[in-house]
């Protein structure tokens, strides 16, 4: 039903039946879709034309939506295409997210660099958690992905903690491309002190100072915030260079909002430090961010649907319908079976990277067994082995947590607690939640089981044969 | 080098086993050497103790699955369902005669028509259901207070057959075709939808399940001191009275499980049930039947792990938290092994009370040795210890 | 023994000790500034979201019932001002991505109301810690971690204010307690036995220990962690009993310190052994909980568990406040297991949102001028005894939580209620209408308010 061309269409070469737009149609609606999405933002009132038609609550909303199709369409691709059940696929989203934090924080790296490190180091975890498939399958695999889902929150919680610092959160900088203009140099003496004033949104000033000459040991850098208040070494946005005797002789700092700051020195007269500041592109903005997030998303979705149609995901789905007739094919199961683990994790570790760098903050909390659970109810409710079933699930759950029970809520706490008196509103408040996530699991489970995707094709299907339905 | 290899590799096999075990023996001895014998004793003592409750909470889990294939994600908060309804009827004095009939006409409703709705039609079955609800509800309320653990046994017995009983037939049985993953997805949600019914019904305040009381004093039963022994173990160990009474109703419930899966009529077409559902009912077994009836077993038995447990720290949703450690002790014990469960819990307590004796500042005995102990089990044997070894290509 | 009916005899037996509740209305017991300006027909919005349906949802689900009475009471006695309060809240269920969305909806749609949030997590104040400083936002927590205050080098002060002093600050002040304590604590040594998690593990530390240990109390470097689930934690008070501790510390609430005293009862240690916690183990869950094992003298487990009070308690008869919030609560028939620290507490947080915003309004002229940074000046310079005298609302310089302690210790009313009792023979047992009896907890304080040490390093 799916393939269903329009009258006249025919497939006349093996290219043709492959081709992820059949019709210029097809491509059409497809970039028309993408670019809609990208517009989106203009319409928001922090956007820059500054329409205020939507809230702006709303492109966070969809940013946030856009990382979590990443990482159920990561678990489609292990669930739904090769027929795997991952209990742990937050864990793998707390590698990227914890990766990529502790790469930027401890080594240094940009969010260019990290992203696609973590979620190398991600997909080589999964592929761990994937060798038990070498032995056990279906429900006993599972199982090794639950017990991945305890043992690296546990690793991350306490021999990691050096670095991830336990259950306390982890604090990151914004990602930023640049600066690509170093246009000024300054030098800041005792005397001296430098004044600028910064930019705002998405452009922002980068400044490096780097003492020069004079007592290291007793100058002092300082860069005053508007306000005048000086800013913590500490400080999300700075960088600090340190000596062997742990003296501060560089660093370096995004100035993330608009306003005089200024740069000054302290200690030794003939101390001086020298300055370069530039301009870069900042992500700090939830709007800069959904231009970075959503078109990596689809990206991403993209990359999917077509590994789909590659030998590697033919491989998955003859594994996942018969792995015994796969084998007899000539399909190596395991290997199989290990690159859909490894696939599956790179796209859950992207996700929790940019998860990681949208929050600027991350804990442990964020990564526990009911996001797994989430995920994977999102993915059936969307419609698992369907190219498209983690953009439905995903928005699915999304807007029924966040327009759907806000509204029922009021209403409910009203007549219910009238109907059986023993009820107490408050507990009404807080119960919506999960019964209406587990009701509308349940319903999907037993009344459409392949997904909202595959509604959505029988839909497709049906627009493409009217007028003449059979 | 690999013929070789390929040619020996049992024994292979069972000399890298040898060598691990000889490895974490050794561990264990370098980790335990400095603890006095009372300590390790005490600890072995608990382990068996608490494991008692987990081969309970794990029996649940393997009758389900024994019957029907299904892993039940949902016992957790069968559990907290049980242990709610029990505290129900133990601790309000004045029990509701509207509610209680309820519950009864429920039960008995669902628990009439489980092989169809149409059954209701029938005067049999009707009157069976009237003196069934009747005489539920005056178990459920008659006499004063002093009849109290009738009441509340017979509400949590009430109770627990509702939860199962509904739970498949609105739930599982209409996935009746659809492929094993849509049912175990289903108990996830079903976990859910009880998560919520519970906080609805009973809040989310801690609750106090004082059962374990004696009479006399009005406090916990004292524990049992073995000061006859502190001398010569350099320690004194005790016994905790609840925790062996908790432990000696999972034994019974154990026996009762063993002998009806044996001897009874019931228990043998649940076997077959379990071996081949489509060959069971062409043989005349009521499949759907017999499906209901290990549910309704499964939920009574989440309510008699929910009571206990409760009774031990107090009754909160924080309860369901213990199935999640009872997993690893179901995959250990082989999942459709019912002696398996138990030894599997007692496994599982011991593993984490010593995990808890070497470093209990990082959590080592509750979040990883167990784990660990399932991805061994996973990895070296993955049928369990009295698991069925199935034929099977990986 | 039904906890609902205990917690009904209790509130019974306060009214019943307080002639003035039988009487008319009491008056508002704080001494709030003058209103200069009048703003009738205006809407003063209380916004706080927090975890009500997760994990530590039985402490803070009463804040929704505590809000929800202020806002009642003061719309019926003319508003603030003039203007009418109203009440803007949102359930999290312990999960940070609907915290988010919470915020993010909040700051959206009430982008000129929203100057002032109340929260209760440490988790959503270490979350939202940026934004809020970003948006200009105040909040106010009841008990914040030193992330969420000060970030995560500990040093920058941000836009959250805690009214209860941090859990390492209580720590160190009970250690100035032990020492200050010779024949309570004879060769004190203090090992923590706890729960996991961020809200577990706040108490200690490397700078705790270091101040203990120069004050002469050695602090055990291993904590011993249980589980809320564990149903037997032998194992973990053994080890810290082995290591030397004979004082076992907890940052756990609930069923968490009546586990632990039990065990000590269980193991006949519990003379030896003292027992402390943070400001939560003081709570009325615990004492009613601790009730499941007697000691040797008849009285519950946790009789004589020492903790913070950085408030005072429902028990405290003789203040202002107390008698105040315990009529509104009994004349908004409350259920009785929401009667805890935080119905009490959150009228104080009602109470400060509403003089600061009294302040800020006399200051700037209008409801509308008010920005977040007009709020946090009022917030930093205001030094007021909330509710007359709950707790003392003072931001020192630089400082982003209450620096005011009390150590209290749980004990258990005797018969004639004139103090705490001894021992089985002369304590209140109260019956609880089902067959069973309970005894009444009480909290007694030990210290006067003082200031606590600055741990954070």
Not at chain 1, 66 to 73: G, K, L, N, P
Not at chain 1, 279 to 295: Q, R, W
Not at chain 3, 402 to 415: Q, S
Request: proline fraction near 4%; hydrophobic fraction near 50%; glycine fraction near 10%.
């Amino acid at each position: 039903m799916a393939n269903i061309k329009p009258a006249g269409v025919f497939d006349t070469t093996y290219e043709d039946d492959m081709a992820i737009d059949r019709t210029r149609r097809d491509k059409f609606w497809k970039n028309l879709a993408f670019c809609a999405l990208l517009l989106v933002p203009l319409l928001s009132a922090s956007g820059p034309l500054g329409l205020g038609l939507l809230g702006d609550q709303y492109i966070g909303l969809i940013a946030r939506i856009a990382i979590y199709v990443i990482a159920v369409q990561g678990l489609n691709l292990l669930v739904g295409y090769t027929g795997q059940i991952s209990l742990g696929h937050a864990a793998f989203m707390g590698v990227g997210a914890y990766g990529s934090a502790i790469l930027a924080r401890e080594l240094g790296f940009s969010f260019w660099l990290a992203l696609p490190t973590s979620a190398l180091l991600t997909g080589m975890l999964g592929l761990l958690f994937g060798l038990p498939s070498l032995r056990v399958k279906g429900f006993y695999l599972a199982m090794a992905t639950l017990a991945a889902q305890f043992i690296i929150p546990w690793a991350l919680e306490y021999p990691l903690a050096g670095w991830t610092g336990g259950t306390r959160p982890l604090s990151l900088p914004a990602p930023m491309i640049g600066p690509f203009t170093p246009y000024a140099r300054d030098s800041v003496s005792p005397e001296t002190p430098l004044d600028f004033t910064a930019g705002a949104a998405f452009i922002v000033d980068v400044i490096a100072v780097e003492l020069t000459a004079g007592a290291v040991d007793s100058a002092r850098i300082d860069i005053l915030q508007p306000g005048g208040a000086p800013l913590p070494y500490g400080d999300v946005n700075m960088t600090v260079t340190r000596d062997a005797a742990g003296n501060v002789i560089a660093l370096r700092y995004i100035a993330s909002k608009a306003g005089a700051y200024r740069v000054q020195l302290a200690g030794a007269a003939e101390a001086r430090a020298e300055v370069r500041r530039g301009k870069a592109l900042s992500f700090a903005t939830d709007t800069a961010m959904y231009y970075l997030i959503v078109p990596l998303a689809v990206l991403l979705m993209f990359l999917a649907r077509n590994l789909i149609r590659t030998r590697t995901g033919r491989a998955f789905i003859s594994v996942r319908d018969n792995d015994l007739a796969a084998e007899l094919l000539g399909v190596n199961v395991f290997a199989t079976k290990l690159r859909a683990f490894f696939l599956s994790a790179v796209y859950a570790g992207i996700a929790g990277c940019l998860l990681a760098f949208e929050r600027n903050s991350i804990s442990l909390q964020m990564f526990q067994l009911d996001l797994s659970i989430e995920m994977l109810a999102m993915l059936i409710i969307g419609g698992a082995g369907y190219p498209l079933g983690a953009l439905f699930g995903v928005t699915f759950i999304r807007l029924l947590q966040e327009a759907a029970i806000p509204a029922l809520r009021p209403w409910l706490s009203d007549w219910l607690p009238q109907l059986f008196p023993f009820i107490d509103a408050v507990n009404i408040t807080s119960a919506i939640n999960p019964i209406l996530f587990g009701g509308a699991l349940i319903v999907f489970l037993i009344l459409e089981p392949r997904g909202i995707a595959h509604r959505w094709e029988l839909l497709k299907a049906a627009w493409k044969l009217r007028p003449y339905a059979y | 080098m690999l013929e070789i290899i390929k040619k020996y590799e049992a024994q292979l096999r069972w000399a890298l086993y040898a060598l691990g075990a000889a490895l974490l023996l050794l561990f264990l001895a370098d980790q335990l050497a400095g603890k006095k014998a009372a300590r390790i004793l005490q600890t072995l003592l608990s382990g068996i103790l608490v494991g008692g409750v987990y081969g309970l909470v794990a029996l649940g889990i393997v009758v389900i699955n024994k019957a029907s294939g299904v892993f039940n994600f949902a016992h957790g908060w069968m559990m907290v369902v049980g242990g709610m309804i029990f505290w129900s009827f133990f601790s309000v004095s004045e029990i509701s005669l509207l509610g209680a009939a309820l519950l009864a006409t429920a039960t008995m409703l669902l628990a009439m028509s489980t092989a169809s709705f149409s059954r209701l039609r029938q005067r049999r079955t009707q009157l069976l259901v009237l003196g069934g609800s009747l005489l539920l509800t005056a178990l459920m309320t008659a006499g004063g207070s002093d009849w109290r653990w009738l009441h509340a046994l017979s509400g949590a017995f009430a109770g627990a057959m509702l939860t199962g009983l509904a739970v498949e037939r609105f739930a599982i049985r209409p996935l009746i075709g659809q492929p094993l993953f849509t049912a175990v997805l289903m108990t996830l949600a079903i976990a859910e939808v009880l998560h919520g019914v519970t906080q609805i019904a009973w809040g989310t305040v801690e609750l106090n399940l004082p059962i374990f009381v004696n009479p006399a004093t009005g406090s916990r039963f004292q524990p049992i001191r073995l000061e006859g022994l502190r001398e010569l173990l350099d320690g004194l160990v005790i016994v905790r009275v609840e925790l062996v009474i908790a432990f000696v109703l999972a034994l019974v419930a154990f026996s009762g499980f063993i002998i009806f899966f044996r001897y009874t009529s019931v228990g043998l077409a649940m076997r077959a049930t379990a071996e081949d559902q489509q060959l069971a009912q062409a043989v005349g077994l009521r499949v759907r039947v017999i499906l209901a009836i290990s549910w309704a077993a499964a939920a009574f038995l989440a309510s008699i792990a929910g009571v206990l447990q409760g009774g031990a720290v107090g009754l909160s949703l924080n309860i369901s938290l213990v199935a999640l450690r009872v997993f690893p002790a179901v995959l250990l014990g082989g999942l459709e092994s019912i002696s398996g469960a138990f030894i599997g819990g007692i496994l599982i307590g011991i593993v984490e009370q010593f995990g808890t004796l070497i470093n209990s500042s990082q959590q080592v005995g509750t979040n990883l040795a167990p784990y660990l102990v399932l991805m061994l089990v996973l990895v070296l044997k993955p049928e369990g210890l009295f698991g069925e070894k199935r034929i099977e290509r990986v | 023994m039904n906890r609902f009916i205990i917690l009904c005899a209790l509130v019974l037996l306060l009214g019943a000790a307080l002639p003035a509740l039988a009487q008319d209305m009491l008056p508002y017991p704080s001494d709030l500034t003058e209103c200069e300006v009048d703003l009738s027909g205006e809407t003063v919005n209380i916004f706080h979201f927090g975890d009500l349906s997760g994990p530590y949802a039985f402490i803070t689900q009463p804040i929704v019932s505590a809000v929800s009475d202020a806002v009642l009471y003061w719309n019926s006695h003319g508003g603030v001002c003039g203007a009418e309060l109203a009440q803007v809240y949102e359930d999290t269920g312990g999960n940070l991505e609907a915290t988010q969305s919470a915020y993010d909806r909040f700051s959206s749609e009430y982008a000129e109301e929203l100057d002032l949030l109340l929260l209760y997590g440490s988790g959503d104040g270490e979350l939202l810690r940026e934004q809020l400083a970003a948006d200009e936002i105040v909040s106010f927590i009841s008990a914040g971690s030193i992330e969420s205050l000060y970030g995560e080098d500990g040093q920058t002060p941000g836009w959250l204010y805690a009214s209860n002093p941090l859990y390492i600050n209580q720590f160190g002040f009970f250690c100035q307690f032990v020492a200050a304590n010779p024949e309570i604590f004879p060769d004190p040594v203090i090992g923590f036995v706890t729960w996991p998690g961020a809200f577990g593990m706040a108490g200690t530390g490397p700078a705790a220990r270091d101040y203990c240990g120069g004050l002469g109390v050695p602090v055990l470097a291993e904590p011993q962690i249980f589980l809320p689930t564990d149903s037997d934690i032998l194992t973990q008070v053994q080890n810290a009993i082995d290591s030397g501790a004979n004082i076992l510390y907890s940052n756990s609430l609930a069923s968490g310190p009546a586990l632990i005293a039990s065990t000590l009862v269980d193991l006949g240690m519990d003379e030896d052994i003292k027992l402390a916690g943070v400001n939560w183990v003081m709570d009325t869950t615990v004492g009613l909980l601790g009730q499941r094992v007697l000691k040797a003298n008849g009285l519950p487990s946790v009789d004589g568990m020492f903790g913070s009070m950085p408030y005072l308690w429902w028990t405290e008869r003789d203040n202002a406040a107390v008698q105040f919030v315990t009529q509104q609560f009994n004349a908004n028939k409350r259920s009785p297991a929401e009667q805890n620290i935080a119905y009490l507490v959150s009228w104080g947080a009602v109470d400060s949102i509403i003089e600061a915003t009294i302040r800020t309004v006399n200051r700037v002229g209008s409801l509308s001028a008010v920005t977040g940074a007009e709020m946090r000046e009022t917030v930093e310079s205001m030094d007021y005894a909330v509710l007359g005298g709950l707790y003392q609302h003072k931001i020192e310089d630089g400082m982003r939580e209450g620096t005011l302690n009390r150590i209290a210790v749980m004990k258990f009313a005797n018969a004639t209620m004139s103090g705490p009792a001894t021992g089985a023979e002369d304590a209140l047992l109260i019956d609880d209408g089902a067959g069973g009896k309970f005894f009444l907890p009480l909290v007694l304080p030990l210290t006067e308010f003082m200031p606590v040490p600055q741990l954070r390093g």
